[in-house]
């Protein structure tokens, strides 16, 4: 007997509106189970507060850290491939279902954050919060706001005027940046990909390097080792071209390492608030992926005055898990401090730009074609019509593909895209056969194949089958050597602490002398494992568009599904553009297209609204 997907997701014993929003495709056969048992536990008998917990609890599965209970019924989308028709269900009335979850006895009511609750879910100015999550986003709110209340840094502000005219002659932005990261405890420098901000990263631990007192002890981290390596890497680059002469060796390792990973543990390490990090400034890169339970447990193991450099794009994909923490700061309301602002003009000239919050944004493109960075900036705009006429303006560097054509066995008008990938495999095989390390690993990024879908018509399970097919046809020898064949590109889809590799790491398998080795980059030399001691590594022909964050590729092909596609936004189609260096290619429809910049991801939280008091 062969069962369907769908079913899998189906709670058989499900009745009232938990059945009615499961087989509507809303919730998942976790979310009903969940609601039923803690309903259960705390005897709420109400469909409404069944339902509420339900769509909680699915909340946090997909990305937001709460609910709106107001407008949840206008927001929520299906959670899987398929479209699903929400409008149809039947949602309680908004008045009517906040007064039930007021009076029930699985909710606290307020955000009184000394009261132990007692109960799983916790509602807060309308908004629903599993209880765990509300703490973790007080806990993130309290310790921003104790590092903003606090004195600020002692600087030498002489020095610190010389330093900023020596590291930051080009960009105002930048130089803007470095002084808050010196002035303030906790400093956003946001931007899109190729506006600088691991040049500044490098230039603004140089100028705290400058300041009396000795140099101080500076963490590198990111969620991901690839973009740990990235870190390592660009710092490293902006040293030896001779700005930055005083860093020393650093090194960057992912945010679990850094904070220390207990065995059996998936959200307490060893270092917290009685055994802090033993650094003075603390720089994150690509902080757009850290969910909101991992930026709390950095915060807790953070001294109080150490500087925390957050950096990322905020227009990026957010995190797999809970929370969209960078956005929340970057768009959180508030006013210029008037004594920074002071402090600002003193080392900058009186002419300074605002600064709310310690965000800094920079706006320069100093990597990827003006073509490239035109259509992102339309798609942040949410500019559908520049971003169509853009697409089909022909301009170098940027393609689109206009098929609607997909989903069927023969999808037309990818003679383009079967160029690069056969191309670009070829490349890779041959560096790997001869043994040339680096350059694989340069190979691996000439092109990739990017998908909002896992499965499917659309998705990456499809066009990976795909590609092996043509390069089976076109390249000859093609994967003769068996699994672990020469030019082969894998992605580690699971954390290995003992071998060092990451999930997301992308690599390599390549001659050497000892055998077939798997090859992965580094800030430093390449990491080279032997193929047999890996334990989670897949083919990587394509991926979704989540797994290349944090990567970079010369040309880049985005396959886009349908507009109905729930996972179709504005994100997605950004974050997808921007891993371009060189040219970028878009294949879908014209209407794919404009659902997507007209669909900006909603994480619900009420962080940015609540980290001023």
Known sequence: MTIELSELRLAQRATGLLRAFNQGGVLDLADVHVADRVAALGGEPDEPVRLAVAL???????????????????????????????????????????????????????????????????????????????RQEEQVRSELLQRELADPPPVDVERLRAA??????????????????????????????GT???????????????????????????????AAARLEEAVRAESAVGKVTSLGELHASTL????????????????????????????????SMVSLTLMARLLEASHLDARLVLVGDPDQLASVEAGAVLGDLTRAPGSPDPALQAQLAEVLGPHVDPVVNGVVTLEHPWRYGGEIDALARAIQAGDDDATV?????????????????????????????????????????SAARSGDVDGALRALEAHR????????????SRWSAEVE???????????????????????????????????????????STQGPRAAFARGGAPTLVAPVRLSAVQTVHAMTVHRSQGSQFERVTALLPPAESPLLTRELLYTAVTRARTAVRVIGTEA??????RRPITRASGLRHRLHP
């Open 164 to 193: 900023l005219a020596r590291l930051f002659p080009d960009d105002d932005r930048q130089r803007l940046g470095g002084a808050v990261s010196a002035l303030r405890w906790v400093t956003v420098l946001a931007g899109g990909p």
């Open 592 to 597: 794919a297209v404009r659902a997507a910049v």
């Open 256 to 287: 679990h390492r850094l904070l220390g990973v207990l065995p059996g543990a998936r959200s307490r390490f060893r270092h917290d608030r009685r055994n802090r990090l033993p650094y003075d400034v603390i720089v994150v890169d690509e902080t």
């Open 449 to 460: 194949l990017l998908c909002a879908h896992r499965r499917g018509p659309y998705g990456v």
């Open 389 to 429: 006429e853009l697409l089909r303006a022909g301009q170098p560097g940027v393609a689109f593909v206009e098929t609607d054509t997909l989903d069927s066995r023969h999808p037309e008008g990818l003679d383009s895209l079967r160029t690069d990938v056969v191309a670009a495999a070829a490349s890779l095989a």
């Open 469 to 511: 097919r043509w390069l089976a046809r076109e390249i000859e020898t093609y994967a003769e050597d068996g699994e672990w064949y020469l030019g082969r590109p894998l992605l580690v889809t699971a954390n290995d602490y003992d071998l060092g590799l990451y999930n997301g790491d992308a690599g390599v398998v390549v001659h």
């Open 56 to 134: 909680a609890v699915r909340g946090i599965r997909l990305g937001s850290v709460c609910i709106d209970l107001a407008e949840v019924g206008t927001t929520v989308l299906g959670d899987s491939d398929e479209t699903v028709d929400v409008s149809a269900l039947p949602w309680p009335a908004p008045d009517a279902w906040l007064q039930a979850c007021e009076r029930s006895p699985l909710v606290t009511v307020g955000d009184n954050a000394d009261l132990e609750s007692g109960t799983p879910l916790r509602l807060v100015n309308g908004l629903l919060y599993l209880d765990r999550y509300w």
């Open 196 to 226: 600088g901000k691991t040049t500044t990263v490098a230039r603004l631990l140089a100028l705290l390097h400058d300041q009396p007192g000795g140099p101080p002890r500076v963490a590198l981290a990111a969620p991901t080792g690839k």
